[in-house]
């Protein structure tokens, strides 16, 4: 009715602006409390706040969890007097199709149960009974199919389909299709949905630390079992907490290598407890693997002191970046880069790294030597740049000034040759973008190719030659000279890494 018709008939009605932004965040935050009942659910909003009658439900594809509650009639009650608590009145229905399960919903009268269970194979017959409207229809169509007599769904299932389309468009066509099961109607979860999970629920809310303690034990044994079953091993969890106030706590947790160890994976959490607020109890906790890696079987060996040695360096590396945040524990991962500098970057130790890169080029037999020689135990985060004194220009320095101290060099070694990297963006030079577009633009007069002259002098310019050298008083350094001696050009000397 109109608001005058209201006001007329109770003249204190207070009335307020809806706020669809602000509903469709409470009602994303209900799909996601629903995640207790099934891991796959979702917000039924058409991203307007306008769902034609029906914004204020929630999707729950409950395939394979109805008997963890008892049947689906169980599961609806337990979901409608868990709603009501929080102060939801809420009605539910199960049917073979989405389509179905909404229409079922809302026209269906209730008396003394708010939920309705479509039997299978039975959805056509229920909902040919019901109006229009339960196809979700904008409300212009619906109006348009009553107009001409098309009031309930059983007159829209005998018309052909083409007939449909030719009058109302694809649109009834299409939702008519969805409800009877002849098109298929897939419905996006909340959140990504992992089939490797373990949930516990518990008839009265529990509150004490060890009794969180022991479930997340239970959960941990029961999620490694399932892992086991798959050959599958965890990398990052998720543990979620279900308040009875509709609310929920997550802890993560990450390993470094794929693991369904029991006992480590409740060990990683239970340092976390104490963040969790359980002033009003927690009445439901799921533990989900999120991301997985495939982890064979793997034989034990008779002197197990090796892998036990690898599998405590691993949980210790968890047990530290969980305490301490992932961030602040990291390893040393290989970058495809023959620059010392770029050739390793840290990452945290329990993220996802790839394999080691392969080189541009493939080699048909094992190489007998190592293609690198001996690097410094300590490499400076960038070189610093030294005043060098060299007899020959292609000799090593025989003395070099670096933070204000001399050192007079008795040993030398090398060199060792790096090329620039170019497989990289401008071939790796270093060339400016305006040297490039004047090398592209410019041509020698006699008929040679300027660009390939500032390429090869480029390439001369970002050649580095390392040498190992020591001083008179046994310290050792890594020493690069970039570029080389020609005529107007002097190559300039740096310290990258300082030997132990």
Known sequence: MTLADARAILPDLQTSEADFEAENRALTQLSDWCGRFSPWTAPDEDGSGHAFGGAGSVWLDVTGCAHLFGGEDAL????????????????????????AAWAAVRYTAYKRKRWTNVARGRARDVIAAMPVAGLRLAP???????????????DLIPIPRTALVDRFGSEVADRLNQALGDRPEPVSPLAVSSPWYARQTFAEPIGRTEDIVLAVRDLARNLAATLEADGIGARRLTLAFYHPDGTIARIEAGTSRASRNAGHLARLFTAKLDRIEAAFGIDAITLT?????????????????????????????????????????????LQESHIPERAIMTTPATARTRPAPAAPWRTATPLKRPLTRPRPLRLLPRPEEVEAVAPVPDDPPVMFRWRKQVFRIEH?????????????????LGLGDNEQDEAADDSGSDGTDITQAATNASIQDKIRDYYRVEDRRGRRFWVYREGVYRPGAQPHWYVHGVFG
């Open 412 to 428: 030398a070694d090398g060199p060792e040759r790096i090329a620039p990297e170019w497989w990289h963006d401008g071939l790796g």
């Open 76 to 99: 609806m009650r337990d979901i409608i007097s868990r709603l009501n608590t929080i102060g939801f009145t809420a009605c539910a229905a199960i049917a073979d199709t989405p389509g």
């Open 140 to 154: 212009a169509t619906i109006t348009g199919l009553q107009a001409v007599g098309l009031r309930r769904i059983g």
């Open 289 to 333: 693997a999120s991301t997985s890696e495939k982890l064979s079987p793997r034989q034990a060996a008779l002197d197990r002191r090796g892998e036990q040695d690898d599998a405590g360096v691993a949980e210790l590396t968890d047990r530290l970046s969980n305490r301490l945040g992932g961030e602040n524990v990291v390893q040393m991962t």
